[in-house]
């Protein structure tokens, strides 16, 4: 395996080999003199075990770009802003899951590429013919300061905001329990064996449903949370 080009992670000294926290396995088997352990995928980046900077074990991930894209669908209705979330299986959480979409960087992609590719996939080609996403102001995100690396300039999750025309839309049966609107269309239901519908499949995209902000920020996804709080600063005064 090639040395770690970006991590932060060093080997552990010698001399603290025996005062390490974390315990390594590989198969089921403890492994007892570790220095630094390397786990790494070109499409997705790279998993170090080893020395912190704060002189400790620990691991860190150093993902492609230091982090993905994230896109949040939005329509204004009657001076209300409502959020797009898409049902997705994610097993990290139990399961079925609302949030909005997001997905890694592809090996030579740009954020803004990538938001492109995965409002594209997983809504499923939503957008007409032309996808319109605005990059929304602040820092690139890091999702855990404490195990993910984004120490490079322009480094960590990106959100964009995805303004949806009102027309698209028709009120539905909310599955939140509130005023809530879903595509017209039925675009998340494309003809059998398409681009589209494959790709849905491949990524277990279930559903979609435009839901109050503050619906939005009830659900257990934190990338939901925090694209809802960039969406709001962006738009500014005050919101229903």
């Not at 932060?8 to 198969?27: F, Y």
Request: aromatic letters at 8%; one cysteine or more; proline letters at 7%.
């Amino acid at each position: 395996m090639s040395e770690p080009k970006s991590t932060l992670i060093t080997d552990i000294p010698e001399e603290e080999l025996e005062k390490r926290g974390w315990k390594v396995s590989v198969n089921g088997k403890p492994i007892i003199n570790v220095s630094r352990v390397t786990i790494s995928n070109p499409r997705f980046g790279e998993f170090n075990y080893g020395m912190t900077r704060g002189k400790y074990d620990g691991w860190s991930f150093h993902e492609i770009g230091g982090g993905g894209s994230v896109i949040i669908p939005y329509v204004h209705i009657n001076d209300s802003i409502f959020v797009g979330l898409i049902k997705q299986e994610r097993h990290n959480q139990g399961g079925k899951v609302w949030n909005v979409p997001r997905g890694f960087l592809e090996p030579g992609e740009t954020h803004f590429q990538a938001g492109l590719r995965e409002a594209d996939e997983e809504m499923v080609g939503v957008m007409l013919k032309n996808i319109q996403l605005t990059v929304l102001p602040g820092a690139p995100m890091n999702p855990n300061s404490a195990f993910f690396e984004t120490p490079a300039p322009n480094e960590g999750v990106q959100v964009f905001a995805l303004k949806i025309p009102p027309g698209l839309l028709r009120p539905r049966i909310s599955t939140h329990g509130k005023e809530s609107y879903g595509f017209a269309n039925q675009i998340l239901k494309p003809a059998p064996h398409s681009v589209r519908a494959d790709m849905a499949l491949a990524k277990k995209i279930l559903d979609c449903e435009f839901v109050s902000w503050q619906s939005a920020t009830a659900v257990g996804d934190m990338f939901t949370v925090a694209a809802v709080a960039r969406l709001l600063a962006h738009l500014g005064g005050h919101h229903k």
